[in-house]
């Protein structure tokens, strides 16, 4: 894996030191997340994978719990999720922790992707790290995706419909795909079936991925805030007991403003229809889906064609993928580049803006925004990032990453 | 698929190692593909769902200006008895007007080719993305054209129940029908 850090750990344990023997899980451990050399300079931003990490385990534990109650059935469904709520002891703790955990778990991957964004975590040597990043976040929107459908209230069910429908856009197959996703003519018994087993199946395959995901990370170790690679041994600490502190103690905040929710406002993220049970008859006047596919959804309405929109929506992804070809400059954190620095900041407020688009009815000026707002998305990626690269006269980079941390403190 | 049995100029003549690797391998995917077909294929819809549930529908009930919706396939069924400026409005439309066109007759025709200009029966599912279109109750929003709107995305459909504006690519499906008697229409 990494290269060699320290000499290999001696156990006193005889026991530890026999297992360890035969397979070395407590070398790598030692070697991985005690001695392993972190830049020394992490911002709070740098908390956010582990906060991530521990959203997943935790939507992973009451999601097994959850399902021991669940009945996925068409007729059941609906009333097996408001028995969880009412009957079932702590149904109503598992679900509200389940339910709000997905939101949550959103906004720490959401906070990590823009602080790999503005820090330049995607360059060189680390485009396969971010390219499983964006795996993950594609496999996280699939199974959040799924897991709404589940309740089987008016939100998921038209919300689904809406969402499969996307693919009836593709040429001559689409309609064969779409009935064959939902394993009938429109969604129903089959399709709720197959969504709860992908649902249930998907986080684990987001664990394997999490996994390469930090063995990727390990190879080269972390970015830091300066964007320049550790010299040396005065440059680095050691990850335990530093950042396992560091990073618990920016989990229990992450916890606290979580419970919050859970405890004093469970509903506040999600839509009132969906506790209204399905009816396939009745559209809601108001489609909208989860808070955290919102921008993504107002890229798709902004497009008045539904092939173009249907590609706009997968290309605002897609986009991700290539972006550590995209940026041509070879700075990585936007602290030393003083034009991308502002347009990476306005990136994060047409998303937002994306977002309020997304949430309101396609109508009055809410086209034209969602539409320069899509606009600038692309614009951002295809046409900024590879200009400004080449244009853009960074500032002087620190010496070293002790340099630039004991400069600070100085001055 | 480099063997030792290739020289090390890497240009000698095909051996029957070779032949044999390569006619190996190709049977090997011929087999994985033929295995993963029942795993796709399982998703497909069942022989239940397939069996193509038809049903009956009275239409003496509903007057002239009415409108009902069906379940069909799961799918709801819109069933307008239109009026006279309906009828007009919708064959008043030049065809190049229309993103997807269609004559108003070939709409309203059973599958015994007989023209019924009052009965306009389609899928009430729009063609953009699945939403089930407002207009068919007596207060809903029928949208600019006189139809159906669809409060999803916003696409507008006329009294014949074709696009008109908006992100939908296609008119309202006609499912396949047949008038039985005058009164009692079959769908599907």
Redesign the interface.
């Known amino acids: 894996m990494a290269s060699s850090h320290g000499t290999p750990p001696v156990f006193n344990n005889k026991v530890i030191a026999w297992i360890d023997y035969r397979l070395p899980i407590f070398s790598y451990i030692e070697k991985e997340y005690h001695t392993f050399p972190t830049p020394r300079n992490f911002n709070y931003f740098w908390n956010f994978g582990a906060i991530a990490t521990v959203m997943l385990v935790l939507m992973i534990a009451t999601g097994v719990v959850l399902a021991t109650n669940y009945t996925p059935n068409v007729l059941m469904a609906f009333d097996s999720v408001e028995r969880i709520d009412r009957d079932v002891p702590s149904g109503w703790l598992m679900r509200d922790l389940h339910m709000n955990g997905a939101s949550f778990f959103f906004i720490a991957v959401y906070v990590h992707i823009f602080r790999g964004m503005y820090y330049g975590s995607y360059k060189q040597p680390r485009e396969l790290l971010w390219i499983l990043g964006v795996v993950i976040f594609l496999l996280m929107m699939a199974t959040a995706f799924m897991g709404y459908v589940l309740p089987w209230g008016q939100m998921s069910f038209w919300g689904a419909t809406v969402i499969t429908s996307l693919f009836s856009a593709i040429p001559v197959v689409g309609d064969s795909i779409v009935t064959w996703l939902w394993g009938g003519f429109s969604i129903g018994n089959p399709t709720l079936n197959r969504f709860y087993a992908l649902h249930y199946l998907l986080p684990f395959i987001i664990v394997a991925v999490v996994a390469l995901h930090v063995v990727a990370l390990h190879v080269h170790g972390s970015n830091n805030p300066t964007g320049i690679d550790p010299k040396g041994p005065q440059d680095t600490v050691p990850f335990h007991p530093y950042y396992t502190m560091k990073d618990g103690f920016g989990v229990v905040i992450f916890l606290i403003v979580y419970s919050a929710v859970v405890f004093f406002a469970p509903d506040m993220l999600g839509d009132a229809a969906n506790y209204i049970p399905a009816d396939p008859l009745v559209t809601p006047t108001h489609i909208v889906p989860e808070w955290y596919f919102l921008p993504f959804y107002a890229i798709l309405r902004a497009v008045p064609d539904k092939l173009g929109g249907v590609i706009a929506m997968f290309g605002a992804i897609a986009v991700l993928f290539v972006l550590p070809w995209l940026d041509t400059s070879r700075v990585r954190s936007s602290t030393f580049r003083p034009i991308y620095k502002w347009f990476m900041l306005l990136l994060v407020v047409d998303v937002v803006v994306l977002g309020f688009c997304g949430a309101n009815p396609p109508a009055g000026f809410w086209i034209p925004l969602s539409q320069v707002a899509t606009l600038y998305y692309f614009v951002h990626f295809l046409i900024l990032l590879p200009v400004l690269g080449k244009i853009e006269r960074p500032l002087p980079l620190p010496p070293s990453i002790a340099d630039s941390v004991l400069k600070k403190k100085a001055g | 698929m480099a063997s030792s049995s290739v020289p090390a100029d890497g240009h000698g003549d095909p051996t029957r190692r070779d032949f044999l690797m390569v006619a190996t391998g190709a049977l090997g995917a011929v087999g994985a593909a033929a295995v993963a077909w029942p795993f ?1 294929n399982n ?4 022989a239940d ?1 397939l069996a193509l549930a038809s049903i009956e529908v009275s239409v003496t009930p509903i007057e002239v200006g009415q409108a009902i ?1 069906v ?1 069909w ?4 069924v819109f069933i307008r008895h239109r009026t006279e400026k309906d009828i007009k409005e919708a064959e008043a439309v030049p065809m190049s007007e229309l993103p997807d066109p269609q004559t108003d007759n070939s709409r309203v025709t059973d599958s015994a080719k007989k023209v019924r200009p009052e009965w306009l029966i389609m899928i009430g599912v729009c063609t ?7 207009g068919n109750k007596p207060g809903q929003d029928k949208g600019p054209y006189g139809g159906w709107y669809c ?4 696409s507008a459909y006329d009294t014949s129940g074709r696009i008109r504006k ?4 296609l008119n309202l499906v006609i499912p396949e029908y047949l008038f039985v008697s005058d009164s009692l229409v079959r769908i599907g």
């Open positions: 796709i998703l497909n819809p069942a769902t919706t379940k396939r799961g799918k709801p953009h993305l699945g939403c089930v279109p407002l409060p999803c995305h916003g908006g992100p939908a690519p």
